[in-house]
């Protein structure tokens, strides 16, 4: 038998034992206050022309061409004095609903299909002036201020598009560039901070992000309003009241409810102007039920979400689909709750300090982040 041969002696590890960590792990408001001051200072840091598509159009209306014809093509613009080669303004879909009530209040039908003829956009200031409503602010801003700057304006002025202008080296004159658009802002930041968007897992009503009952509608005494502060109407509501509230409102849309407080359709501004574009200028004692039958094809659907969903999943929504508001329900058959604008994420996003309201808590500082900046 012969012998074994001696093992081998190891030699001693050199490799240094790691080190146990000591940092807190996150809890989940701090990875939220983290993600979020990491999108402004993303913001901060990109200037509207990153914002902008890779192709796109830009209609400008001269003050001097009349309604009707401006509305066949669009429903928001920016306004051009040729007179005065200088930026006027912008057409918003607000100024049409003026426009109906004054027609509604003061004219025949006859008159009104006459006069909306070679009623001039420059005109729609002195009816703003005869129905004592404010006027709307001239704002703009540069294409190479930072986004934040620009949302901030938007949060301000109570505007869904900003106007972008610059000046002409040669002739000194204006020259609008393009508009920025909240739903644009918002889908510029779902698109680049991705990572972060994961983190914003709070939910909207904990966040307090859109505009909610003030208390059950079964608590609420006969002959007030069980949904309030929201705006409601049913199938059987006359046109113009709701044409009145988005008018007294500055809102955009009204959600329709049952006599359940189930939510079966939403009405927008959008819809008026399809009436008005059929002709439909003193057509508007009409029931809601009635006007929707002549809503365009091509209406997305009504987008809901609940009080519970995430700021991430929304953002995550507003990257697939093009979204201007969502109406938040409960209970399996969807009674109404709430309602989100793309206004009330922007305004949460931005923070109230940045744009002059209330203090919030003060907002941790994060590492910066490496990314590849896309438009598409």
Known sequence: MSALSPKPKRKPSTRRTRAVSHLPAYTPQESHDAALAAIRTFLKGHTCYDAFPVSFRLIVLDTKLNVKKALQCVVSAPLWNSERSRFAGMLTVLDIIHLIQYYYRTASYDYAAADVETFRLESLRDIENELGVAQPPLHREHPSSTLFDAAKLLIQTHARRLPLLDNDTETGHE??????????????????????????????????????????????????????????????????????????????????????????????????????????????????????????????????????????????????????????????????????????????????????????????????????????
């Open 175 to 376: 020259v609008i560039v393009s508009v920025l658009t909240q739903y644009r802002l918002l889908k510029f930041i779902s698109i680049n901070c991705h990572k972060e968007i994961q983190q914003l897992h709070m939910s909207l009503r904990k966040l307090k992000i859109g505009t909610y009952v003030a208390q059950s509608p079964e608590s609420v005494p006969e002959g007030q309003n069980p949904y309030h502060p929201i705006a409601t109407a049913t199938l059987n509501t006359p046109v113009f009241d709701v044409v009145h509230m988005f008018s007294e409102r500055s809102i955009s849309a009204v959600p329709i409810i049952n006599e359940e407080g189930i939510v079966v359709n939403l009405y927008e501004t959008v819809d008026v102007i399809t009436l008005v574009r059929l002709g439909a200028y003193q057509s508007l004692d009409l029931k809601i039920s009635e006007a929707l039958n002549q809503r365009s094809p091509d209406f997305p659907g009504v987008v809901i979400c609940t009080a519970s969903d995430s700021l991430g999943t929304l953002l995550q929504l507003i990257k697939k689909r093009r979204v201007h508001r969502l109406v938040v329900v409960e209970g399996d058959k969807g009674r109404l709750l709430g309602i989100i604008t793309l206004s009330d994420v922007l305004r949460y996003v931005i923070g109230k300090i940045a744009i002059g309201e209330d203090a919030e808590p003060e907002e941790p500082r994060s590492p910066p982040i490496e990314r590849r900046t896309t438009t598409s």
